[in-house]
């Protein structure tokens, strides 16, 4: 497989993932810049965390004006994958490709610490490698992690098992714990926590690496 790590001015996760894909699970990975127009060739598309544009504005929101957004959003609508991280969450959710958003954490500062997650649904393509209701340790690094959502879009993430991720500890006020979601598809994963920081267990983790190497998992069974 091929992945596209996109490189947006402020992001600085990207050669995090590039050395998960890489070294982590030997796949082929290229950085893409965020005025190219085409990811023709890639099986997946990665949003790396970072402060894209200074996080002007609001988190992700100056992000969706790039060049490379179109051909994000057409990978997704064709089903192929697409993975954000921490700031690529957040611009996730401002493509709407991602219901909700991510709002200032609830005490108001800025968290940088592993945390437990625990795995809600190991039907994707994102978490085939984990056991059901599994607990790892991934790090987290954000001021504006916090996930919200209306009562009606939390039960419609309910149903429809959207949610893929929760904290164990709510570290920052999320809806329901809420620490990752998909889309309906479950092509499609939003997550504030790092697991490319997670690979190794010389990184205090290598929880994470089972999620890059569900990518290219071929038994998956998605949720309808």
């Given amino acids: 497989m091929k992945f596209a790590v996109v490189n947006f001015p402020g992001s600085n996760c990207d050669m995090d993932l590039f050395y998960a894909i890489r070294d982590g699970i030997k796949q082929a990975v290229e950085l893409v810049d965020y005025r190219a127009t085409s990811l023709d060739g890639f099986d997946g598309v990665l949003i790396p965390g970072g402060f894209s544009y200074g996080d002007y504005l609001r988190s992700g929101a100056i992000a969706v004006h790039a060049p490379i957004v179109k051909e994000i959003i057409r990978f997704a609508n064709e089903g192929k994958i697409v993975l954000g991280i921490c700031n690529g969450f957040q611009i996730l959710t401002e493509l709407g490709l991602l219901p909700g958003a991510l709002i200032q954490n609830e005490k108001s500062r800025f968290i940088c610490e592993t ?25 987290i690094a954000h001021g504006e992690g916090r996930y919200y959502c209306d009562e009606a879009t939390l039960q419609e993430l309910k149903e429809n098992h959207q949610i893929i991720f929760k904290y ?10 809420i620490a990752g979601i998909a889309n309906k598809e479950k092509n499609v994963l939003g997550m504030m926590p790092h697991p490319e920081r997670a690979i190794e267990e010389i990184l205090g983790s290598d929880d994470g690496l089972k999620l890059f190497q569900s990518l290219i998992n071929p038994e998956v069974k998605v949720n309808d």
């Fill in 115 to 139: 945390v437990d997650l625990e795995v809600e649904n190991n039907q994707t393509i994102f978490t085939s490698r984990y056991q059901p209701k599994e607990i790892i340790k991934v790090p």
């Fill in 168 to 177: 164990k500890e709510n570290i920052n006020g999320s809806v329901d714990q």
